[in-house]
């Protein structure tokens, strides 16, 4: 069974910092993407940034790129969210999420808020 373990979540102010991690357990697939969702109250989810386990390429929303940064870490299967210079509107739930062979799994989220 994958299991996704989010991490790192909390209450910060405009312009800090903060640094997501999700644990992946429970898999064995070779070719997979993992990253970032989020969901504010009243929005739809929204992609946020992944990795394909592949070749390392990344994806960044428009809306974080040049303030957030995802790195991962193989050996440890696990995927980092460095997010930094954050803004009022990055307040969500923040969900991590493995896709491979069609098939969507996500981590029950961590709630990052920022006050302004």
């Known amino acids: 069974e994958v299991q996704l373990v989010e991490s790192g979540g909390g209450l910060v102010q405009a312009g800090g910092s903060l640094r997501l991690s999700c644990a992946a357990s429970?898999?064995?697939?070779?070719?997979?993407?993992i990253g970032w969702f989020r969901q504010a109250p009243g929005k739809e989810r929204e992609g946020v940034s992944c990795?394909?386990?592949?070749?390392?390429?990344?994806y960044y929303a428009d809306s974080v790129k040049g303030r957030f940064t995802i790195s991962s870490d193989n050996a440890k299967n696990t995927v980092y969210l460095q997010m930094n210079s954050l803004k009022p509107e990055d307040t969500a739930v923040y969900y991590c999420?493995?896709?491979?062979?069609?098939?969507?799994?996500w981590g029950k989220g961590t709630q990052v808020t920022v006050s302004s």
């Open positions: 990795i394909s386990n592949s070749d390392g390429s990344t």
């Open positions: 999420n493995l896709y491979s062979r069609g098939m969507d799994y």
């Open positions: 429970g898999f064995r697939f070779d070719d997979y993407n």
